[in-house]
């Protein structure tokens, strides 16, 4: 049927600040689901919390509402506008939470407004453990043995009568919080307190354990006329027993029967069918028995998942987009591919190609975790990979993580201590992968790795035919490499790097000019949803090594906007918003906007925001070969974080214009002693500081500048390694351990200005003006990471004299870093005198929430003046704020309860919310300032 033409107006839920569990796939989801809408004339109003997002910009909504998310908000916004319909599936397990509350305190009936894409009775079928498990008996799908406990009593009586080891899992909770796997009678009443305390409910399912079964996702649409297609088959590379979040996941699914598939997915659409009668996409995971193919069912999700923008980008089938449409009343052949144009929605994608999902993790930051995985998800993000092979993909995954490494293995940095190798495999955690690896280039067989792992056999001979490889590849050197083998190394996803490190003695670029003289380099396939069945035009790109090449470049002038790779502590989501408007910006001034990134949560990888859209490692070699082919105007590296800006001295060096502020402008500004050189020059006062390349050397200047001391590598984000220390002993640990994380990394000491006041600013320099886009005053006292800080925008406490003083500061460095496009500084107070800490010429994950505050496109107007299409005298900025706004950190220790929470120089939280307030007497202002007295007491 055509859409609904009763809905006129829709409000969106979105999820809130990021947190591990919730991440940015929601800012996708909520972002496409509103253009979704929009283009059919509906009036889009959408509610959220989290200032970094895409989602809460005024390009995505006609009404955006920066509001903590509760069932007031809700209330304020249905008495502001005319609401017709809610759709809740868009923001996570907070969005369907916040709905059913809503829905039990009758504000969806008071104010007539209907919810659409979930029927609120299917939210509780799904997240009631004992209701769903009934309900899978009731329809004939099977389940593991379990009982629902609302007491510890009951918990109890439940272990008993399953027995172990076994699994408790607590209902309406995310990232499988609170749940976990209890291998003996002795660990049970711990985790079954946890369990009960984790549920709003009290409420727990003791389950039967399945361990080392396979583990499998299927992401189903479904319409009005009740018609289903599966989108997308996942196969989890991981046995049960991992959280699917903290597992290497693959699509389309490599190692099922097509019987068993069949019946997974015959299984599924009953279930989809069995919880209510609702047009939208639902996520349905499943266990298989390895021995025999035996199905049950996990658990459905009727809302849009973090599997669904995976499965999306995947595929190239707008999950999100499609069901917005859905939800509003069109049935699935109404509606167009929206990659092919002639085939229509109702069309299962077909994959030519393989894809692989890697998790990223920061347990860095979090000393003390347990860093076992299980079924409490413990990555802040993950990165996705297309390659023609399943092992071309797993390679070019390993070549996306920001974790240093040149693909699987064969880098030097391999295991070989086989004791802790084989307590890896049977005890898994972030280097589980690389171990598998490093145990089959120690002679460990295939059958012992494969009873440690659970993992199925098939993944593991694919990792093995990599050893073999490379014992081939020792017998030559790099100038009679048959070009065959070369091509294989290649194909089966082996980095130049990779090769170079094998062979030693030759560098990454002499096996670069080597395999270009033999004829061997990247081509680029589309992704197009139909294995090339039907014509397609779609602007979203793959790299492998094959003849034909389908990425033709156009004799437009272009841009490059390098993205920021996976989520990950201190460079989240606020980078992706930052590409997005680069891209949007780069458009408006007449370039192809084209983006390289790897992340399947973001918006900029989106095929839709960009005029090219290339799917691939933010990483040296790939984005050299893209460059090599389309050959733009220049790269931006401004508005990918550290990932990005990683990339530009190696751009200099190969002779690519770096759009904005030069690569030795930057380089000025993170090398502490040339910049600290730079501030006296300009007679603007700075910490005592020196530098060091060894423990020696570090107490010499430690000693010279006085305790207390700050101690830092150089050129991190996210306060990595940092710490305060208050003599020698501490100092000296301090810098081994530095060195050891990051070899050949100098160490900068700084002093620290005890009980100082922090603050910050953020502008846009055009080589000439300078705008201060905003400056805010911490909560917390300096000592404490900014991005762990709750700011606030204007400073409340400053005097003027203070402020005049930072802003005269932000000008002076601007002009003499040749700064074009964005600068952030951050700064330090003390008895009225301003200090410089350092200042950072790129965006800054205050940006964004200095554009939310503001209601002004900053990122745009930035990029604008990088590309030199615009002076800032071309643009007219109005401010909007009336009062404050407060960003304040999110963090996500409940995943680790054992860590120490204390905070301090290195930055530990994982998201962050906008607050608004009208004046300093807000209960909510005080209640921070009151934290802020507490730290300066101490």
């Not at 790299?543 to 990425?551: G, I, L, R």
């Not at 330090?828 to 301003?834: F, G, L, S």
């Not at 604008?864 to 007219?876: Q, R, W």
Request: hydrophobic share 40%.
């Amino acid at each position: 049927m055509p859409k609904n033409t009763s809905i006129r107006s829709v409000l969106i839920i979105g999820s809130g600040p990021i947190i591990i569990g919730q991440a940015c796939e929601f800012d996708y989801s909520g972002s496409q689901a509103a253009l979704s809408l929009k283009e059919e004339g509906i009036e889009v109003s959408i509610i959220n919390s989290n200032p970094a997002t895409i989602m809460t910009d005024k390009v995505i909504a006609d009404h955006v509402y920066l509001l903590p998310l509760t069932v007031d908000s809700i209330e304020q916004i249905l008495q502001e506008r005319q609401i017709d319909a809610v759709l809740p599936t868009m923001g996570g397990q907070t969005a369907l939470n916040l709905c059913i509350e809503a829905s039990n305190r009758g504000i969806w009936e008071k104010y007539g407004v209907k919810v659409i894409g979930v029927d609120v009775a299917a939210i509780e079928k799904t997240e009631n453990r004992e209701a769903f498990r009934q309900l899978m008996i009731d329809i004939g799908v099977g389940v593991a043995e379990s009982k629902i406990a609302n007491s510890f009593l009951e918990g109890k009586e439940a272990a008993q009568q399953i027995g172990f080891p076994l699994v408790i899992r607590p209902s309406y909770t995310l990232g499988g919080t609170g749940g976990g796997f209890v291998h003996k009678k002795e660990e049970f009443e711990a985790a079954l307190s946890r369990g009960l305390q984790a549920s709003p409910t009290h409420e727990v399912l003791v389950e039967q354990a399945v361990l080392g079964w396979k583990e499998y996702e299927l992401e189903l649409l479904r319409d009005n006329k009740d018609n289903v297609i599966i989108i997308c088959s996942i196969e989890n590379f991981d046995p049960m027993g991992i959280h699917t979040g903290d597992s290497i996941t693959v699509a389309p699914a490599m190692t099922l029967s097509d019987t068993c598939y069949q019946e997974m997915r015959n299984q599924a659409i009953k279930m989809m069918r069995a919880i209510g009668n609702f047009a939208g996409g639902c996520n349905v995971q499943f266990s298989v028995n390895p021995e025999n193919e035996d199905i049950i069912a996990i658990e459905i999700n009727p809302r849009v998942s973090r599997s669904s923008a995976l499965a999306s980008k995947a595929t190239g089938y707008p999950i999100a987009k499609i069901a917005a449409k859905l939800a509003i009343g069109y049935n699935l052949d109404e509606l167009e591919n929206q990659i092919t144009k002639t085939t229509s929605a109702y069309f299962e994608p077909t994959l030519d190609y393989v894809i692989v999902k890697s998790p990223r993790w920061n347990f860095a930051k979090f000393k003390g975790a347990n860093r076992e995985l299980g079924l409490q998800m413990k990555s802040v993000g993950e990165v996705m990979a297309i390659g023609r092979t399943f092992i071309e993909a797993l390679q070019k995954a390993c070549q996306s993580l920001e974790t240093n490494r040149l693909g699987l293995g064969a880098d030097g940095r391999q295991l070989r201590n086989l004791e802790e190798i084989m307590h890896s495999l049977e005890h898994p955690s972030s280097g589980r992968l690389f171990h598998i690896k490093d145990a089959f280039e120690m002679g460990v067989p295939l059958e012992s790795i494969r009873k440690a792992t659970l993992i199925d056999k098939w993944f593991l001979v694919q990792i093995q035919e990599l050893v073999e490889l490379e014992t081939e590849l020792k017998r030559y050197s790099l100038s009679n490499i048959p070009k065959e083998f070369f091509l294989t190394l290649k194909q089966k996803g082996f980095s130049d790097g990779q090769i170079a490190w094998l062979l030693g003695n030759v560098s990454e670029d002499d096996v670069y000019n080597r395999r270009r003289d033999l004829g061997i380099k990247r081509v680029y396939k589309m992704v197009d949803t139909c294995a090339a069945e039907f014509q397609a035009a779609t602007p979203y790109y793959y790299s492998t090594f094959e003849e034909e090449n389908e990425s033709v470049p156009s004799d437009k002038k272009k841009i490059i906007v390098l993205g920021s790779g996976p989520n990950r502590i201190g460079q989240g989501i606020e980078f992706d918003y930052s590409c997005v408007h680069g891209l949007l910006a780069s458009k408006e001034a007449g370039y192809e906007a084209i983006m390289v990134n790897c992340n399947p949560e973001t918006v900029s990888t989106d095929f839709n925001m960009a005029d090219k859209l290339y799917f691939e490692p933010v990483f040296w070699e790939h984005v050299r070969e893209i460059i090599d082919l389309e050959k733009p105007e220049g790269v931006i590296v401004q508005l990918g974080g550290q990932t990005a800006l990683k990339m530009a001295e190696k751009l200099k060096e190969t002779g690519i214009r770096i759009i904005g502020t030069s690569f030795e402008d930057m380089d000025l500004a993170e090398d502490r002693g040339r910049f600290s050189d730079l501030l006296k020059e300009l007679d603007i006062p700075y910490p005592k500081y020196g530098v060091a390349e060894n423990a020696e050397e570090a107490l010499k200047v430690a000693n010279e500048v006085g305790y207390p001391v700050l101690v830092r590598p150089s050129y991190v984000l996210g306060g990595q390694g940092m710490s305060i220390v208050i003599n020698d002993e501490e100092l000296e640990k301090a810098v081994i351990k530095i060195m050891k994380n990051m070899p050949g990394n100098r160490v900068l000491i700084d002093h620290f200005l005890d009980r100082a006041e922090e603050a910050e600013s953020d502008s846009i320099c055009d080589g000439e003006d300078v705008h201060i886009i905003g400056m805010m005053e911490h909560i917390e006292p300096a000592g404490i990471h900014s991005g762990d800080s709750s700011a606030v925008l204007p400073p409340f406490s400053l005097s003027a004299a203070v402020q005049e003083k930072m802003e005269e500061y932000s000008k002076k460095i601007a002009k003499a870093l040749n700064v074009k496009g964005l600068l952030n500084i951050q700064f330090a107070i003390k008895n009225e005198k301003v200090y410089v800490i350092e200042a950072n010429p790129r965006a800054s994950r205050t940006v964004p929430f200095i554009a939310k505050a503001y209601d002004v496109p900053y990122i745009n107007i930035a990029t604008k003046v990088m590309l030199g299409e615009n002076k800032l005298s071309d643009f007219k900025i109005e401010r909007k704020l009336e009062g404050y706004a407060i960003k304040e950190p999110v963090f996500s220790f409940d995943k680790f309860p054992d860590v120490d929470k204390q905070l301090g120089p290195e930055m530990r939280s994982t998201g962050e919310a906008i607050r608004f307030i009208k004046n300093l007497d807000d209960p909510y202002f005080r209640h921070l300032y009151a934290e802020k007295s507490m730290y300066l007491s101490k």
